[in-house]
């Protein structure tokens, strides 16, 4: 996963999305930034659960208990989707937060990113040339 991440940051990809069911779970959530949860209350999810998984609700129930509450990845999420309502609802949620993780890199965020990393390999490059130059 990380040479594929890797390549497509070389590639300039402005966004890479992880569908991590445990992410916290497996602590990816330190390499990653935002955190995106999409949360939904306990009882609509034990509903979903049931229709989509055709299973009895002692085992959805079990499936569900096994994993970190969605309350606990709502509090340690940077940006939290709503689920609750109509799948045109959870699109415009979606595309608010689009719109909000590709706005423009304030400087910091650009020292950090793959331009600023080559911008300061560059101007390393480049001072070095001159550098020697010089001598």
């Not at 966004?15 to 602590?27: C, G, T």
């Not at 939904?40 to 989509?52: A, K, S």
């Not at 509450?69 to 939290?80: G, H, P, Q």
């Not at 300061?120 to 550098?131: D, P, R």
Request: with cysteine; glycine share 2%; net charge neutral.
């Amino acid at each position: 996963m990380l040479m594929e991440v890797l390549k497509l940051w070389i590639k300039g990809c402005s966004i890479i999305v992880f569908d991590v069911p445990l992410l916290f779970e497996a602590k990816i959530d330190k390499w990653t930034k935002p955190i995106v949860v999409i949360w939904i209350d306990p009882e609509t999810q034990l509903q979903r659960l049931m229709t989509r998984d055709g299973s009895m609700e002692e085992e959805a129930k079990s499936r569900i208990n096994a994993q970190m509450s969605l309350d606990l990845k709502r509090s340690k999420a940077d940006i939290v989707i709503d689920n609750t309502s109509s799948l045109e609802a959870l699109h415009e949620q979606f595309q608010k937060v689009l719109a909000q993780i590709t706005k423009p890199l304030t400087w910091t965020e650009f020292v950090f990113s793959r331009n600023g990393a080559f911008l300061a390999l560059f101007s390393t490059f480049v001072s070095v040339s001159i550098f020697k130059k010089s001598s």
